[in-house]
C-alpha cells in the first residue's frame, strides 16, 4: 500500500504511513475526491468531505475565516457551518489571492495553520493552489475544484 | 473462581481481505480490575530521592516540601516510608520506617537546605538501599526521583541502579522540574524500572505529581503483571508499545522470535494498563483464523494469590467482501494513531542528535500534521516552533524537546491544568 503523501510502500493492513505517519486509508477517500476534477479556469469552488460546496468568489482577495459579528469580522467565506469553530479555523485565516488563471493562499497567521496537500504553508507567504489541490484551515480540510 | 483482572482484547479489524500479501494486524490489550473487590490496598514501601542542589532554592524547594507533607499526611501508618537529600553529596534525612512516625519526619523536612550540584547516582543509590530494608512482595515498592538539574557523567550508573530497582519490583517514578535536566535520562529511568515520569514546568504541579503518585501505589490491583502473546503459525508480532499508563516501546525487551513476553510491573487499579501489539499475518484463504492467544498472568498478594492466569483467544475472519475488510475498529485506529505521532517525534529527535537536522525537519513535520489530526493543536504549535528553531540554529529549545517528549507519550492521558502548563 503506497502512501500517498510520502509515496513510501507500506504493508497492506497498516493504518498509517510508517515514514511520514499519514492515514493511509482514510488519506485516500480525501484524495480521490480532490482530484475528480481537474480542470482549470478562473471559476473555482472548494467541497467539503460531507459533499459542501462553497464558491470562491471572483475577486482578486477572497478572505477565509470564521464570521464574528462582535469582533465584526465577515469573512467573504465563512466555514462556521462547516464546523470551522470545532476544527480551529481562525476568524481571519487565510487569503485567497486570484490572478488571471493563477491562484495563491496566503495564511494570515491563523493559530491551527493552513495546509496544502498535507504540508503547512508559511504564514503570510503565498503559496500557489490549483484545481484538485486539498488545502485545510486548521483541521477543516477542502478540496479545490474547477467549477 | 472468578478472576481479579479482566482482559479485553480489541483487533484493528475483524475481518481481513483473503489470499492478498501479508499484511499488518493491530491488537489492543486492555487490562483493569474486574471489579471493585481487589482494590484493597497494598501497604507502599516508598523512598523519596529529592534534589536539593542549589538551583532547587525559593518556590521549588518550598513546593517539595508541601507536597512531601501531603505524602507523610496520606500514607497509611503502616506503610513504610524514607528520605534521601542529594546534591553532589547525600545524606539519608529519614531512614527506612514506619510512616505513622508522621509528625517527627515532617519536622525534618524543615531542615532541607538547598545547596551544591547534582549527582543522580549517589542520591539513588542510598535511596535504593533504603528501600531494599523494607523490600517485600507484600508491599508495592517504589521509588520518587526528584531532581530540576543535569548529572555529572554518571548516566551509565543511574541505569545500572533502575535496571537493578526493576528487576526487584521497584518502580522508579522520575519527574523534572524547569528546563536544565536530561529528559532522556530520567525516561530512560522510568521505563527500565516500569514507573512513570513526568515533566513539572510549574513548581505548583510537583504537589499534583506526588498526589497523583500516592494514589497510583494506592490502587494497586496486581503487582508482577506480564504479558504473553504466543503467535499462531503464520503470524509473527513484530512490535508492541504500552499506551497506558503512558506510550513507550517495549518492543527490544518483550520481542522474540515473534512472540511476546512483557513484563509491566504493578498494575493501577483505576488506569489499568494497556498494550498495542503490532502483527504481520500471512496470506490466507476465507475463513476463520486464529492469530494467537493472549496469557496475562499476576499476583494479588494480599488474597494470597500468585501466578494467575487469564487466556484469551485472537481470531479473524478472512474474507472476500472488500466492504468488510475495509472497517476499522475506532478505538484501536485513534491510539495506532496516537503512537505513531510518538514514534515521529522520537525518530526527530534521533536525527537531530545524528545530525540530519533536514531528517528531523521532516519528521517533526510529519509529527506536527498527525498531532493537529488528532486535535492536539498545542503540541502540534509545539512541534511548528521547533521546526523553526531547527531551521534557524540547528538544534531544539530544551523546553521543546521535552514538551514533544513528554506531551506525545502522555497522548493516553488526562493531566491537571498545573502539571500541562
Known sequence: MKCKECEMENIEGALFCEECGSKLEAASDMKDRAVESSGSGPALVFTSADGETLEIPAKDEVVIGREDPISEVFPDIDLTGLGGMEKGVSRTHAVIHRSGGDCTVEDMGSTNGTYVNKKRVQPHVPQAIKPGDEVRFGKLALALKAA | ?421
Open chain 2, 1 to 421: 473462581m472468578k478472576n481479579e483482572l479482566n482482559i479485553k482484547c480489541i483487533l484493528s479489524k475483524d475481518a481481513l481481505p483473503a489470499g492478498s500479501a501479508e499484511q499488518a494486524v493491530y491488537a489492543l490489550v486492555n487490562i483493569k480490575p474486574a471489579g471493585e473487590a481487589c482494590l484493597t490496598s497494598m501497604p507502599a514501601n516508598f523512598g523519596l530521592v529529592l534534589d536539593r542542589s542549589g538551583s532547587m532554592d525559593g518556590e521549588k524547594m518550598d513546593h517539595l516540601k508541601e507536597a512531601v507533607g501531603y505524602v507523610m499526611d496520606h500514607l497509611n501508618d503502616d506503610d513504610l516510608v524514607s528520605i534521601t537529600i542529594f546534591d553532589d553529596q547525600v545524606e539519608t534525612l529519614i531512614p527506612s520506617q514506619a510512616a505513622r512516625n508522621r509528625e517527627e519526619i515532617k519536622s525534618k523536612l524543615g531542615t532541607i537546605i538547598a545547596r551544591g550540584g547534582t549527582q543522580i547516582s549517589d542520591g539513588l543509590k542510598a535511596g535504593l538501599e533504603e528501600v531494599k530494608k523494607g523490600l517485600s512482595k507484600e508491599r508495592v515498592n517504589r521509588i520518587l526521583l526528584l531532581t530540576d538539574g543535569q548529572t555529572w557523567d554518571d548516566e551509565p550508573a543511574c541505569t545500572e541502579l533502575a535496571d537493578q530497582a526493576g528487576s526487584q519490583g521497584i518502580a522508579i517514578t522520575s519527574i523534572g522540574i524547569g528546563q536544565d535536566w536530561n529528559e532522556k535520562l530520567l525516561l530512560e529511568l522510568s521505563d527500565r524500572s516500569r514507573g512513570n515520569s513526568h515533566w513539572i514546568e510549574n513548581p505548583l504541579a510537583i504537589l499534583d505529581a506526588f498526589q497523583q503518585e500516592v494514589r497510583s501505589m494506592q490502587s494497586v490491583a496486581a503487582t508482577n503483571l506480564r504479558v504473553t502473546a504466543r503467535m499462531g503459525q503464520g503470524v509473527k508480532a513484530v512490535k508492541v508499545y504500552s499506551t497506558v499508563p503512558m506510550i513507550c516501546d517495549r518492543t527490544i525487551a518483550a520481542v522474540n522470535s515473534g512472540n511476546i513476553v512483557a513484563n509491566l510491573g504493578a498494575l493501577d487499579g483505576i488506569k489499568g494498563q494497556s498494550l498495542l501489539i503490532e502483527a504481520r499475518v500471512q496470506p490466507a484463504q476465507t475463513g476463520t483464523f486464529r492469530l494467537g492467544q493472549v496469557e496475562v498472568t499476576y499476583d494479588v498478594p494480599s488474597k494470597a494469590i500468585k501466578g494467575q492466569s487469564i487466556k484469551t483467544d485472537l481470531s479473524v475472519t478472512f474474507t472476500d467482501d472488500a466492504a468488510a475488510a475495509a472497517k476499522v475498529n475506532a478505538e484501536v485506529m485513534n491510539l495506532v494513531e496516537k503512537v505513531s505521532a510518538f514514534k515521529l517525534q522520537t525518530r526527530a529527535l534521533t536525527e537531530v542528535m545524528t545530525g540530519n537536522i533536514d531528517g528531523a525537519t521532516k519528521k517533526l513535520q510529519s509529527a506536527a500534521t498527525v498531532l493537529l489530526d488528532l486535535g492536539e493543536d498545542e503540541l502540534a504549535a509545539a512541534a511548528e516552533t521547533e521546526i523553526r528553531s531547527l531551521k534557524k540554529t540547528g538544534a531544539l529549545t530544551t523546553a521543546g524537546a521535552k514538551k514533544l517528549e513528554y506531551g506525545t507519550r502522555k497522548l493516553t492521558q488526562q493531566m491537571t491544568k498545573a502539571m500541562v502548563k
